[in-house]
T-cell receptor, first 115, second 110 residues
Framework: DGGITQSPKYLFRKEGQNVTLSCEQN?????MYWYRQDPGQGLRLIYY???????QKGDIAEGYSVSREKKESFPLTVTSAQKNPTAFYLC??????????????FGSGTRLTVV | SQKIEQNSEALNIQEGKTATLTCNYT??????LQWYRQDPGRGPVFLLL?????KEKRKERLKVTFDTTLKQSLFHITASQPADSATYLC?????????FGKGTMLLVSP
């Protein structure tokens, strides 16, 4: 079955450490996205990529980095520069014109906790 | 700046009734609007899309309306069931991405 896989489901990080969240899709979608969700805040866009080897900053990119070396993969690194990294992170994908058609397909999320 | 508003208070209704959720937006002229369902601890799931030239769209027990003059979309679930209990998000097209509202929690009691 096609879909998006995020791993791990839960992640604990010590302050000052970088961590990388994995996102893999087998939907053959060109576009991929990372959102952060906090209680009462809704989804906020971190980074997005519409094609391999290209990505753009979203609304809250500071303290995060991404890469898009393969169409299927869009990993997110939460760096030590991110001041409040504890949150629920969601990865999504879509066809380029498909944001208007079939919507986004989301992964099941990674809950990151800084300890 | 662009702003999307959904009722932050949970909507409680009885099984069998029609649930109506509201999405208002400002400083937007979106070509389309989408609705998603999100269960606790899970990613959102796409439900419906409605374009600016469509007034109404239906899918099974779901109905969405889109009034570009009022800048408002209404999301209806008819004959609601306890399994419909979830948070419902509206999302509007932005610059190559979607911007999401904060969502409204729906609780359907038996």
């Amino acid at each position: 079955d096609g879909g998006i896989t995020q791993s791990p489901k839960y992640l604990f990080r010590k302050e000052g450490q970088n961590v990388t969240l994995s996102c893999e899709q087998n939907l053959n979608h060109d576009a991929m996205y990372w959102y952060r969700q906090d209680p009462g805040q809704g989804l906020r866009l971190i980074y997005y990529s519409q094609i391999v080897n290209d990505f753009q900053k979203g609304d809250i990119a500071e303290g995060y980095s991404v890469s898009r070396e393969k169409k299927e993969s869009f990993p997110l690194t939460v760096t030590s520069a991110q001041k409040n990294p504890t949150a629920f992170y969601l990865c999504a994908s879509s066809t380029p014109e498909g944001t208007g058609g079939s919507g986004y397909t989301f992964g099941s999320g990674t809950r990151l906790t800084v300890v | 700046s662009q702003k999307i508003e959904q009722n932050s208070e949970a909507l409680n209704i009885q099984e069998g009734k029609t649930a109506t959720l509201t999405c208002n937006y400002t400083n937007y002229s979106p070509a389309y609007l989408q609705w998603y369902r999100q269960d606790p601890g899970r990613g959102p799931v796409f439900l419906l899309l409605i374009r600016e030239n469509e007034k109404e769209k239906r899918k099974e027990r779901l109905k969405v309306t889109f009034d570009t003059t009022l800048k408002q979309s209404l999301f209806h679930i008819t004959a609601s069931q306890p399994a419909d209990s979830a948070t419902y998000l509206c999302a509007l097209e932005g610059y190559s991405t979607l911007t999401f509202g904060k969502g409204t929690m729906l609780l359907v009691s038996p």
